[in-house]
């Protein structure tokens, strides 16, 4: 079965500091590959996919992320966090083999000192 | 596009209760999806449709849990006698193929 994770449960970063977020997942094809961004109270938002090509693919918000598939990781990655930056983070894999159901990571939260 | 909308934000019940939940998705839309969402976790898998066709099911989504897609627009979710446990946040997400968009959720509680 497909499945995401996410090893840092909580990641806190300076203002003005790069940033990268790790994703692993395990999937028996060539997978879809999405992040997420939630704030408190909200839905989840998309950042960007990865759907084949290049494998470095660029979001919104200067947000970009990197798939390799020889370690099974979709990392997220920005050079520079702004204060607005701070909320929770999804990884997600899709469709799975049964139809179109796609599966979530557990998060990471990120906070964003001044 | 007017996002994906859902109703009511907010809900509170006592437990034994039902509970019905909309879901007003991006009109061209064809992919229908609920997901639970409790907190500190990513979002869980309950059903999909396609259409007006429910065409997955999770076994998070007991008996007490019915989902409808009449004509193919919008959706509703119905919790029959909701227990403490099914406190949680509600999201509805479409999409025409992929990726996901989401509503904002219906939070509910169960007291």
């Known amino acids: 079965a497909q499945s995401v994770t996410q090893p840092d449960i909580h990641i806190t970063v300076s203002e003005g500091a790069s940033l990268e977020l790790r994703c692993n997942y395990s999937?028996?094809?060539?997978?879809?590959l999405f992040w997420y961004v939630q704030s408190p109270g909200q839905g989840l938002q998309l950042l960007l996919k990865y759907f084949s090509g290049d494998t470095l693919v660029q979001g919104i918000k200067g947000f970009e992320a990197e798939f390799k598939r020889s370690q099974s990781s979709f990392n997220l990655r920005k050079p520079s966090v702004h204060w607005s930056d701070a909320a929770e983070y999804f990884c997600a894999v899709g469709p799975d083999s049964y139809g179109q159901n796609f599966v979530f990571g557990p998060g990471t939260r990120l906070s964003v000192l001044p | 596009d007017t996002g994906v909308s859902q109703n009511p934000r907010h809900k509170i019940t006592k437990r034994g209760q039902n509970v019905t939940f909309r879901c007003d998705p991006i009109s061209e839309h064809n992919r229908l999806y609920w997901y639970r969402q409790t907190l500190g976790q990513g979002p869980e898998f309950l059903t999909y449709f396609q259409n007006e066709a429910q065409l997955e099911k999770s076994r998070l989504l007991s008996d007490r849990f019915s989902a409808e897609r009449p004509k193919g627009s919008f959706s509703t979710l119905e919790i029959q006698r909701t227990e403490q446990g099914d406190s949680a946040m509600y999201l509805c997400a479409s999409s025409l193929n992929s990726p996901l968009h989401f509503g904002n959720g219906t939070r509910l509680t169960v007291t």
């Open positions: 999937y028996g094809a060539t997978p879809y």
